[in-house]
C-alpha cells in the first residue's frame, strides 16, 4: 500500500525514546522525551535531534548552549510519558513526574538518576529543516549504568530501552538476531 507522505517515518520505527533534559536562562530544568534522535559522528563525536520549533526544549538549547539525553527504559514509560505532557515553561517535568535529576559531570543541566545512559552535550549547531529543527550536539561526556554494559557490549535485554512506534505505542526489545555467515 502507498504510505501518505507526512507519515512516511512511522515505519521507520521503532526509535530509541529518549529524555532530554535542559536549563533555561534562569536555571529551571526542564524534560520531555524524543525520539528523532541519532549519531551522526564519532569522531568528533556528534549526536542529531529533530525538535519541533515550538519545544522548550529547543528554547533552553538556544539559550544555555548545552542539553543531556537520557536514555530510557521500560521502567520510567509512566513517568516519560507525563513529561510529554504540556507544563508551562519553567515547571521541571522531572519533578512533576516523580523523576530525580542526576549530578552532570561537565554541563549544567541535571540528567535524570533513572535512564540508562546519559549523553553531557554542548551545542554544536542548528539547522531548520522542514517542520522541526535539527540541533547537533557534541558529546562530552558518556555515561551508562555499570550492570548495563558488559565486555563493551549493550545489555539490551537486561536493559530493556523504550522504543517508539508512535503515539502511545512502545516496543521492548526481547531477542537479538544474528546472521548465519
Ligand atoms: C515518545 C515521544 C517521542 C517524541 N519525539 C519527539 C521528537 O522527536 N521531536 C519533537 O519535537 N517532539 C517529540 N515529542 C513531543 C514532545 O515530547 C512534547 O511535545 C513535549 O511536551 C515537549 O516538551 P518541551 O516543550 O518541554 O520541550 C515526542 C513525544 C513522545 C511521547
Known amino acids: 500500500m502507498k504510505l501518505e507522505l507526512e507519515n512516511f517515518y512511522k515505519i521507520l520505527a521503532p526509535r530509541p525514546a529518549v529524555l532530554i533534559s ?52 521500560e521502567e520510567i514509560l509512566e513517568e516519560l510519558w507525563i513529561c510529554g505532557k504540556s507544563f508551562p515553561k519553567g515547571v521541571s517535568e522531572i519533578k512533576e513526574s516523580g523523576l530525580t535529576e542526576r549530578k552532570p559531570k561537565i554541563v549544567k543541566a541535571p540528567g535524570i538518576e533513572q535512564c540508562i545512559g546519559w549523553f553531557e552535550c554542548a551545542l554544536e549547531f542548528e539547522k531548520e529543516t522542514g517542520d522541526h529543527v535539527i540541533v547537533v550536539g557534541r558529546v562530552l561526556n558518556a555515561e551508562v549504568k555499570d550492570e548495563f554494559f558488559r565486555e563493551g557490549e549493550f545489555d539490551l535485554l537486561k536493559a530493556k530501552p523504550l522504543m517508539h512506534l508512535g503515539g502511545e505505542n512502545f516496543a521492548i526489545p526481547e531477542r537479538i538476531a544474528r546472521p548465519q555467515k
Open 22 to 73: 535542559t536549563l533555561d536562562a534562569r536555571g529551571r530544568t526542564n524534560a520531555a522525551p524524543f525520539s528523532f534522535v541519532m549519531p551522526v559522528s564519532r569522531t568528533p563525536p556528534l549526536i542529531a535531534l529533530a525538535l519541533a520549533p515550538q519545544r522548550h526544549t529547543l528554547a533552553n538549547i538556544r539559550e544555555t548552549r548545552e542539553f543531556v539525553v537520557n536514555i530510557a527504559s
